[in-house]
T-cell receptor, first 110, second 117 residues
């Protein structure tokens, strides 16, 4: 499966600050999916990016897929305590298992 | 939306016990399901791909005789951890791709936290 690297591994922010996590691959990706896992919970699907240069927004979350389809990012504007968790990116291929990056764990202090 | 049910959610048992974990797709058929393992503060690692009607495919380093997988129907896959030992303690989680088409998101069960004493 295609491997991805996520940075940073950990990020602590004050509530209201912005947060960005990056997902990088050495090879071109077909698609990439983003998941959020709350402490003690299971991964929850957030978004899938398919097109080169694609940008999608979900309220305070902005997802981008690079022009070369080798990297992706998730940006959260004005973080809230409810944003706490680990964010994983995972390349996706039809019908195959997801190979998760190591994730970025976000902590937010109020 | 599509839901995957995983049971039990938590197991605590003695070393040497075999533990069965069930993963059910509730409102869709899943010819394929995936089993992951997650150790504390680590990512999810794929263990095996469960295929309805055929043998499971195991990832490198995962013992097929230790982790028995059975995909008896289009809605049920089971993972049995045989003769579990403390090092098998982990969070086990299954997923199934949405049957709505290619590259659809995967639906995860709630996971099973296994603790071997």
């Amino acid at each position: 499966g295609q491997q991805v690297m996520q940075i940073p591994q950990y990020q602590h922010v004050q509530e209201g600050e912005d947060f960005t996590t990056y997902c990088n691959s050495s090879t071109t990706l077909s698609n990439i999916q983003w998941y959020k896992q709350r402490p003690g919970g299971h991964p929850v699907f957030l978004i899938q990016l398919v097109k080169s240069g694609e940008v999608k927004k979900q309220k305070r979350l902005t997802f981008q897929f690079g022009e070369a389809k080798k990297n992706s990012s998730l940006h959260i504007t004005a973080t809230q305590t409810t944003d706490v968790g680990t964010y994983f990116c995972a390349p996706s291929e039809a019908g195959t298992a997801l190979i998760f990056g190591k994730g970025t764990t976000l902590s937010v202090s109020s | 939306g599509a839901v995957v049910s995983q049971h039990p959610s938590r197991v605590i048992c003695k070393s040497g016990t075999s533990v069965k974990i069930e993963c059910r797709s509730l409102d869709f058929q899943a010819t394929t399901m995936f089993w992951y393992r997650q150790f504390p503060k680590q990512s999810l690692m794929l263990m095996a791909t469960s295929n309805e009607g055929s043998k499971a495919t195991y990832e490198q380093g995962v013992e097929k005789d230790k982790f028995l997988i059975n995909h008896a129907s289009l809605t049920l896959s089971t993972l049995t951890v045989t003769s579990a030992h403390p090092e098998d303690s982990s969070f086990y989680i299954c997923s199934a791709p949405d049957s709505g088409g290619s590259n659809q998101p995967q639906h995860f069960g709630d996971g099973t936290r296994l603790s071997i004493l």
